[in-house]
């Protein structure tokens, strides 16, 4: 069984699916019918993949970034040093699915952004990647004014 330490989470996760807003299918064929009758679905299904597997690999970036400074002086080596070490290739790897992440989350911005939700469970997915965008420590009360809206929306639709 893989260490939960060392695997990102998969786009459809059973983390991913849970940590969608209240009211969503567990189903993957209620997933898939909801998604065919609206585009935002699966769009914002991917934008909280993605967004999983990026603070994930943030990280694990952290943790290998670390053990490269205490145990090879990382900071001390040059661009070709750093090259040139096996024990870098894991960051290296990272940085390349991050950049590939960052890349994918772009493009997935206008599509979310010029898209139209059908459906309350689209309505309420797009709710939920705004509130994963919304940091509570720049905007607190608009953080605040967000989740309770959302919350009241839950209950009364």
Known sequence: MPDPESEPPSPL??????AAPVGMSASMGAVAAVAAADECVPLCMLW???DAELNWLFGRYNDVEGDLFR???WSKLTPDE???LPEAAPLNAIQ???DHLLD???ALASKLRHSRASTRQGVMLKFEVVN???HIQ???AIYGLLRSAVRDLALLW
């Open 13 to 18: 996760s059973r983390r991913t699916l849970l």
């Open 48 to 50: 909280l993949a993605n």
């Open 71 to 73: 145990d090879f002086r």
């Open 82 to 84: 750093r090259k040139a």
């Open 96 to 98: 390349a699915r991050l």
């Open 104 to 106: 994918q989350r772009r």
């Open 132 to 134: 994963r965008e919304l």
């Open 138 to 140: 720049d905007f607190p």
